[in-house]
């Protein structure tokens, strides 16, 4: 069974500063790994994916997230951050096998204060 | 549209009443999700649809739940008799397939309120 855990349920931090989201999964196979973030009152975006290749990838909105397989996780990050990237952001993975369903963290809220 | 279309956008109804929610996925993905969030809480995975087919319904949570998906294209999402735990925003999602790496794509959700 694949499990993916959020480690913060909220993080504060001032506006320009950079942040980092935490992601740890667990998964008996090979995955796909992705960030999306939900704003208030809307549906979940994608930032950004994992897929295979290089462990690095970058999205959307100046997010980067950097796949770490020996310590199974696939945290979030941004180096300056926005009042605008204010928002709940959510962990999923999707085993490379099963039937596409997302399995999700718990979300984590950014909290951007100026 | 281009974007996966969810309605109504908020429903509240007494408890015990049945309700339909609709999902109008993205123009030629094959796949369609059901997903529910509780207050404050992650999704949790209901039921995945492959063309008409649902190959996957280990998430619905009683048999008060059931879905349906016509034409390869909308699919109706039903709440019998319905509890106040049934209370959450139900998010539909859709991919160009289920199977392999392709993301999945998310309406509004609709905001289900069970008085």
């Known amino acids: 069974a694949q499990s993916v855990t959020q480690l913060d349920s909220q993080v504060p931090v001032f506006e320009e500063a950079p942040v980092e989201l935490r992601c740890n999964y667990s998964s008996s196979v090979s995955v796909y790994l992705f960030w999306y973030v939900q704003y208030p009152n809307q549906g979940l975006q994608l930032l950004l994916k994992y897929l295979s290749g290089s462990t690095l990838v970058k999205g959307i909105n100046g997010f980067e997230a950097e796949f770490n397989k020996s310590q199974t996780s696939f945290h979030l990050r941004k180096p300056s951050v926005h009042i605008s990237d204010t928002a709940e952001y959510f962990c999923a993975v999707k085993g490379s096998s099963n039937t596409g369903k997302l399995i999700f963290g718990q979300g984590t809220t950014l909290q951007v204060k100026p | ?115």
């Open chain 2, 1 to 115: 549209g281009a974007g996966v279309s969810q309605s109504p956008s908020n429903k509240v109804t007494e408890k015990g009443k049945d309700v339909e929610l609709r999902c109008d996925p993205i123009s030629g993905h094959t796949a369609l999700y059901w997903y529910r969030q509780r207050l404050g809480q992650g999704l949790e995975f209901l039921i995945y649809f492959q063309g008409n087919s649902a190959p996957d319904k280990s998430g619905l949570p009683s048999d008060r739940f059931s879905a349906e998906r016509t034409g390869e294209s909308v699919s109706t999402l039903t709440i019998q008799r319905t509890q106040q735990e049934d209370s959450a925003v139900y998010l539909c999602a859709s991919s160009l397939a289920g199977i392999g790496n392709q993301p999945q794509h998310f309406g509004d959700g609709t905001r289900l309120s069970i008085l």
